[in-house]
């Protein structure tokens, strides 16, 4: 059997070449490079699984990744070629993070991304900019008089919008990749320190051994959420950080009112870790009074305008499809209602975008609320709505809920705030909405270390 196996990886993979002495920096800054491919690998959706991984040289190659299918197939869905993409960027985004440098070595890498990204948008129709089009013919090779001369067939304007398109989704996707890297960096332990270190002494090839911790959980579990330009994905739980810009929110109402406090109080959130950033502009605290669709824009837009280029998604609560267009158009990548959508043209307006959507629950309106809460059977039961395959956001943060429990105010429940998210994580959240991220983070980061699923027990 070994000789069979032996047979295949020289078909794929190429033939050994053992006699080729590499220095220590290099076969390390090539372990890297191929740890970068799996981590990504084992991380997003739709990708074949790593079968092996090598730093001995084979045909062209330094190192090898090499991933199978477990089944059959004919075609290719956008999301998996999305995968694929990432993927690729996998090695040099590790190069650079654990090694300081950029080297060579990803040429391939950069090639096969750029090829199916241009496909993507050119051949395959899976561009939204660009639509369901062929742009420009496929030459093929020169042969049996061929003409070899280029035929264009559409407009210098038109192919300048299908590079940007490509230039969107190779961003997009080394940025994805980068951020896998990055959030799953410290997360093997010393375990795949003697692993990483074995391969380095030993040059063997080895069958990737699952990772442990959050590893193993994004590999059984790892889903994503489109928000926009983003993709958010969901192998562990994402903290939402809270800007209100109202005067009257029952926790900071007043404190970010003007835009460039709220500016700079979502720079601060995303600094501490958020994930994405849940603004503001109208108060659904228990006895509030409703705001205008032109009081709320105008608290808004100033605020995403100041927010333009930034990292992470933006989410915007409202419940009014008119403010739902505006701020769409102003860059938020989410929609966060807390009347599910049920207020007309709500539906219609969400629908006509590429935005993400939370459908908030709430008991009647915010002047009746709190007439007879059931906050905690909803967070006993949460694991109910988990099981419906669908990302779950809470948000218990600073609620009076909580200071009915501890008899805190507003300011006060920062431990009672903290252990609402934990039991909502290990009940089912994929999302947990928070006014203190750094503190959130740290303590979603202990359960992650006790559980060993990345902080998504169930109870």
Same mark, same amino acid.
């Given at each position: 059997m070994d000789d069979f196996e032996r047979a295949k990886d020289k078909i794929v993979m190429g033939a050994e070449r053992r006699s080729m002495v590499m220095p220590e920096e290099e076969r390390r800054n090539t372990a890297?490079?191929?740890?970068?491919?799996?981590?990504?690998?084992?991380?997003?959706?739709k990708t074949d699984p790593v079968h092996k991984v090598t730093i001995i040289p084979r045909g062209r190659a330094l190192g090898v990744t090499m991933q199978l299918p477990e089944q059959d197939r004919y075609s290719m869905d956008r999301d998996r070629l999305l995968s694929s993409i990432a993927v690729l960027f996998g090695g040099?985004?590790?190069?650079?993070? /654990?090694?300081?440098?950029m080297t060579t070595g990803a040429s391939n890498d950069f090639e096969r991304a750029t090829a199916l990204a241009r496909s993507m948008v050119t051949q395959w129709g899976m561009s939204d900019a660009m639509g369901p089009m062929v742009y420009g013919e496929n030459e093929g090779e020169v042969f049996l008089g061929r003409s070899i001369t280029t035929?264009?067939?559409?407009?210098?304007?038109?192919?300048?919008?299908?590079?940007?398109?490509?230039?969107r989704i190779i961003d997009e996707q080394f940025g994805l990749a980068k951020k896998l890297i990055l959030d799953n960096r410290d997360k093997g332990g010393a375990r795949r320190g003697r692993a990483c270190t074995r391969l380095l002494a030993h040059s063997r090839e080895r069958d990737p051994k699952p990772a442990s911790g959050l590893f193993m959980s994004a590999a059984v579990a790892a889903r994503s959420l489109r928000c926009g330009r983003f993709r958010l994905m969901l192998d562990r739980p994402l903290v939402a950080g809270v800007v209100n810009v109202t005067p009257d929110s029952? =926790?900071?109402?007043?404190?970010?009112?003007?835009?460039?406090?709220?500016?700079?109080?979502?720079?601060?959130l995303a600094d501490e870790g958020a994930d994405l950033i849940d603004l503001g502009a109208e108060s659904s605290r228990p006895g509030a009074e409703s705001v205008s669709a032109e009081q709320e824009l105008s608290r808004l837009i100033p605020v995403l305008d100041g927010l333009g280029a930034f990292p992470i998604p933006i989410s915007v609560d409202t419940t009014k499809p008119e403010v739902m267009r505006a701020v769409i158009g102003a860059g938020a990548a989410m929609i966060n209602d807390i009347g599910a959508l049920r207020s007309p043209g709500a539906l219609e307006a969400v629908a006509a975008s590429d935005a993400g959507v939370c459908l908030m629950h709430k008991q009647g309106e915010p002047r009746t609320m709190q007439l007879e809460p059931h906050n905690f059977e909803l967070l006993r039961n949460l694991h109910? /709505?988990?099981?419906?395959?669908?990302?779950?956001?809470?948000?218990? =943060?600073?609620?009076?809920?909580?200071?009915?429990?501890?008899?805190?105010?507003?300011?006060?429940?920062l431990a009672a705030s903290i252990a609402a998210a934990l039991l909502a994580v290990q009940h089912g959240a994929t999302i947990v909405r928070v006014h203190d991220v750094a503190a959130t983070r740290d303590a979603l980061a202990v359960l992650a270390a006790m559980d060993g699923h990345g902080g998504r027990g169930r109870p």
């Open positions: 890297y490079h191929e740890s970068g491919h799996a981590v990504v690998a084992k991380l997003l959706p040099r985004i590790a190069e650079e993070l /654990f090694m300081g440098q035929h264009k067939n559409v407009s210098e304007v038109t192919m300048q919008k299908v590079d940007a398109e490509i230039r029952f =926790s900071d109402g007043g404190h970010y009112l003007e835009p460039s406090a709220a500016i700079a109080h979502a720079r601060r109910r /709505f988990a099981e419906m395959g669908l990302p779950v956001m809470a948000g218990w =943060s600073r609620k009076s809920t909580l200071g009915a429990i501890t008899g805190r105010g507003a300011d006060e429940r």
